[in-house]
């Protein structure tokens, strides 16, 4: 039978020449379209009412907008969120949005911007938003990466206002808009959208919008905190599906770990926080094993570091370690038993008013005791200890904490003498000592090589104290057996979804 595509003549359409009377070039290795099919795509479409919800945290990002502003009060401040980041070819990662971006509007659509200018009666604030790309215009087909046929609705310009509760414009106006401003008068958060960087130019305080930030997100606000625990919860879930996946992941290894756990994060929120560590075996000893292709051994510890990233992007990030056969053998069990001694040393010692290295220390000293009683460390704790020695750190390797928020890693522009500062109300760090002994570590002995502990909880401080928002999670070893016990009492392959 004969080409039928090939007897029609090509037309005169090319990248060069993309629009002909009858034909229009829609891309490369994809064949001219006819011009009357654009018509056809673009008509008797109905159109539904506009939604009315408006974002949960539309009145907190207010109040962020307005704090930011109060901190540069004769500035115009430019955030943007970013670009989709091409993966390979024409497709592309799954957008995220910008961190800060995301804390001040509630946004997650990919190429806004918002700009926060100040007024005599407050600070006016826009986003900008990419008009869009629906049933109206022939992209809507045509556009592989924004067109609505392709990836889905997003909202426009008049969406975006209602359910952010912010003045909105398209994105098109964003240059003539900048245009106005003197450049010193204007502060852009850099480094996530090439064009805004141009069309602001440098400014030297710049620098000065993303440490400001940093240190705003510290404190967390009430819709932070819920969203947290939100998060937390979720992952408690998927530490149990992994529980109930154990015994099926012996002998094909910790991908089946891995794949378990991110598909509650999936079911239930945006994603993971950031890649799981499922390292059982000596790979525990490895910080950030994310590889996860090792085998899972009855006998061995699987070190479960994981976290789900609700859909408001806030993300836990828990880590328990566990006996994949149910029970600590008493080599397990002692060096368990030391890591969480010292977490609990460093949980109590979490409250306003402390320097924010207090958990760190009251841990380590914990840890140091017991590295010296278990004939390891060779010299007194003490003088292990100082400063100038830190011969401990050879088995703990990290420090205990980090803050915890939108992203794992929080508010890392802060400054040092903040970050590091006092501990306020609001505040959500981890605590999370380790320790660490290589196989093949001769200053260890042989019982206790290629094994790696690590036990991380999130908590809050409070006005009085902390709170332990992982709490359901069992720490204490014999709580650890019972739980995994009462997991597989249920049946060890459902997964519960």
Same mark, same amino acid.
């Given at each position: 039978?004969?080409?039928? @595509?090939?007897? @029609?003549?090509?037309?005169?359409? !090319?990248?060069?020449?993309?629009? !002909?009377?009858? $034909?229009? $070039?829609?891309?490369?290795?994809?064949?001219?379209?006819?011009?009357?099919?654009?018509?056809?795509?673009? +008509?008797?479409?109905?159109?539904?009412?506009?939604?009315? %919800?408006?974002?949960?945290?539309?009145?907190? !990002? &207010?109040?962020?907008?307005?704090?930011?502003?109060?901190?540069?009060?004769?500035?115009?401040?430019?955030?943007?969120?970013?670009?989709? *980041?091409?993966? =390979?070819?024409?497709?592309?990662?799954?957008?995220?949005?910008?961190?800060?971006?995301?804390?001040?509007?509630?946004?997650?659509?990919?190429?806004?911007?918002?700009?926060?200018?100040?007024?005599?009666?407050?600070?006016?604030?826009?986003?900008?938003?990419?008009?869009?790309?629906?049933?109206?215009?022939? %992209?809507?087909?045509? #556009? =592989? /990466?924004?067109?609505?046929? $392709?990836?889905?609705?997003?909202?426009?310009?008049?969406?975006?206002?209602?359910?952010?509760?912010?003045?909105?414009?398209?994105?098109?106006?964003?240059?003539?808009?900048? =245009?106005?401003?003197?450049?010193?008068?204007?502060?852009?958060?850099?480094?996530?959208?090439?064009?805004?960087?141009?069309?602001?130019?440098?400014?030297?305080?710049?620098?000065?919008? =993303?440490?400001?930030?940093?240190?705003?997100?510290?404190? *967390?606000?009430?819709?932070?905190?819920?969203?947290?625990?939100?998060?937390?919860?979720?992952t408690v879930k998927g530490f149990e599906d992994v529980v109930r996946a154990l015994p099926a992941a012996e002998g094909r290894g910790e991908r089946v770990i891995e794949g378990v756990f991110n598909l509650? &994060?999936?079911?239930?929120?945006?994603?993971?926080?950031?890649?799981?560590?499922?390292?059982?075996?000596?790979?525990?000893?490895?910080?950030? $094993?994310?590889?996860?292709?090792?085998?899972?051994?009855?006998?061995?510890?699987?070190?479960? #570091?994981?976290?789900?990233?609700?859909?408001?992007?806030?993300?836990?990030?828990?880590?328990?370690?566990?006996?994949?056969?149910?029970?600590?053998?008493?080599?397990?069990?002692?060096?368990?038993?030391?890591?969480?001694?010292?977490?609990?040393?460093?949980?109590?010692?979490?409250?306003?008013?402390v320097p924010f290295m207090a958990p760190n220390e009251a841990a380590m000293k914990v840890l140091a005791e017991g590295l010296s009683e278990l004939g390891i460390l060779t010299e007194e704790p003490e003088?292990?200890?100082?400063?100038?020695?830190?011969?401990?750190?050879?088995?703990?390797?990290?420090?205990? +904490?980090?803050?915890?928020? @939108?992203?794992?890693?929080?508010?890392?522009?802060?400054?040092?003498?903040?970050?590091?500062? %006092?501990?306020?109300?609001?505040?959500?760090?981890?605590?999370?000592?380790?320790?660490?002994?290589?196989?093949?570590?001769?200053?260890?002995?042989?019982?206790?090589?290629? @094994?790696?502990?690590?036990?991380? #909880?999130?908590?809050?401080?409070?006005?009085?104290? +902390?709170?332990?928002?992982?709490?359901?999670?069992?720490? /204490?070893?014999?709580?650890? %057996?019972?739980?995994?016990?009462?997991?597989?009492?249920?049946?060890?392959?459902?997964?519960?979804?």
């Amino acid at each position: 039978m004969e080409d039928q @595509i090939s007897s @029609i003549p090509d037309p005169d359409v !090319s990248a060069e020449n993309p629009i !002909s009377e009858h $034909w229009v $070039w829609v891309g490369p290795h994809r064949p001219p379209c006819p011009r009357v099919l654009f018509e056809h795509m673009t +008509s008797n479409w109905e159109i539904g009412e506009p939604l009315r %919800e408006v974002h949960p945290a539309a009145t907190f !990002s &207010a109040t962020r907008r307005r704090q930011i502003s109060e901190r540069f009060a004769a500035k115009t401040l430019v955030v943007p969120t970013g670009n989709p *980041k091409v993966r =390979a070819n024409d497709t592309d990662y799954r957008f995220r949005a910008g961190t800060d971006f995301f804390y001040l509007t509630g946004c997650v659509e990919p190429d806004c911007v918002l700009v926060i200018t100040p007024g005599a009666g407050g600070p006016r604030c826009t986003l900008y938003v990419p008009q869009r790309r629906d049933h109206q215009t022939h %992209e809507f087909f045509t #556009d =592989a /990466r924004y067109g609505e046929l $392709w990836v889905g609705p997003r909202r426009g310009v008049t969406e975006a206002a209602t359910y952010y509760e912010i003045d909105t414009a398209p994105l098109d106006y964003l240059e003539k808009d900048l =245009a106005s401003l003197r450049p010193d008068d204007v502060l852009t958060l850099r480094g996530f959208d090439a064009t805004v960087d141009a069309l602001c130019g440098p400014n030297g305080e710049d620098e000065q919008l =993303a440490v400001a930030l940093g240190e705003q997100r510290l404190v *967390k606000d009430a819709f932070e905190v819920a969203q947290l625990q939100l998060a937390i919860d979720y992952t408690v879930k998927g530490f149990e599906d992994v529980v109930r996946a154990l015994p099926a992941a012996e002998g094909r290894g910790e991908r089946v770990i891995e794949g378990v756990f991110n598909l509650r &994060a999936r079911v239930e929120g945006n994603d993971t926080g950031y890649d799981t560590i499922a390292a059982s075996g000596s790979r525990a000893t490895i910080l950030h $094993w994310t590889r996860n292709d090792g085998a899972v051994r009855r006998g061995e510890m699987l070190l479960l #570091d994981a976290g789900v990233e609700c859909h408001n992007l806030y993300t836990a990030d828990v880590t328990r370690t566990m006996p994949i056969s149910g029970t600590f053998s008493p080599a397990q069990r002692r060096i368990y038993e030391l890591v969480l001694a010292a977490q609990e040393a460093g949980i109590a010692a979490v409250k306003p008013g402390v320097p924010f290295m207090a958990p760190n220390e009251a841990a380590m000293k914990v840890l140091a005791e017991g590295l010296s009683e278990l004939g390891i460390l060779t010299e007194e704790p003490e003088v292990a200890l100082r400063r100038e020695r830190q011969l401990h750190r050879r088995y703990t390797l990290h420090g205990v +904490s980090h803050m915890l928020g @939108i992203d794992v890693h929080d508010c890392a522009n802060a400054r040092n003498d903040v970050y590091l500062g %006092e501990l306020h109300e609001g505040f959500v760090l981890t605590v999370e000592p380790g320790l660490y002994f290589q196989a093949n570590d001769l200053t260890v002995p042989e019982e206790y090589r290629g @094994i790696g502990v690590r036990i991380e #909880d999130d908590i809050l401080v409070t006005a009085d104290g +902390s709170r332990n928002l992982s709490a359901a999670l069992p720490r /204490r070893a014999d709580d650890v %057996e019972a739980w995994m016990a009462d997991v597989w009492s249920k049946g060890p392959t459902d997964l519960g979804l």
